[in-house]
Each structure stands twice: as C-alpha cells, then as structure tokens.
C-alpha cells in the first residue's frame, strides 16, 4: 500500500531502512575496493551515509502521492 501525499506509512519507514542499509552496504564495498580493505573503512562515513540514503528515500515518499508522482495536496 502506498502513502498518500504528505504522508507516511509503516510500509515507507521499512523501505528506508532497506535503502540505508543498502546505502551503507555499498558504501563498504566501494571503500574496500578502492582503498586498502577492511581495515581502512571509516565506520562512521558508512553510518552516515546509510543514514543519509534511508532519509532521503522517506523524504521522496513525503513529496509525491500515491502514483509516485510528485504532487500537491487536495483540496
């Protein structure tokens, strides 16, 4: 079910989890091919990043309705 336009729902929050632990995951993976490995991993720059990419996926879900679109509320 999606929210409708300012709005959240259950099913939103869950999906932003999803994306910010995708974001970290990716985030993981990039520094350890491109840096020096595991031990180079700047655990907090994942965190943040994970953070930052779930609330940007909720911040999408706010501003567009329920076709995905963003949208105006009715009046």
Known sequence: ?????????L????????????TGA???VQ???LDCGI???????VLNAGVAG?????VKNLFTDTNGKLG???R
């Open 11 to 22: 099913n939103d929050f869950g999906k932003g989890l999803l994306v910010a632990v995708c």
């Open 72 to 74: 105006r509320a009715r």
């Open 39 to 45: 031990a180079c991993i700047d655990w907090t720059l």
């Open 31 to 33: 520094k350890f091919v």
């Open 26 to 28: 990716i985030v993981v």
């Open 54 to 58: 779930g609330l940007a996926y909720l």
């Open 1 to 9: 079910m999606t929210s409708a336009f300012l709005k959240l729902n």
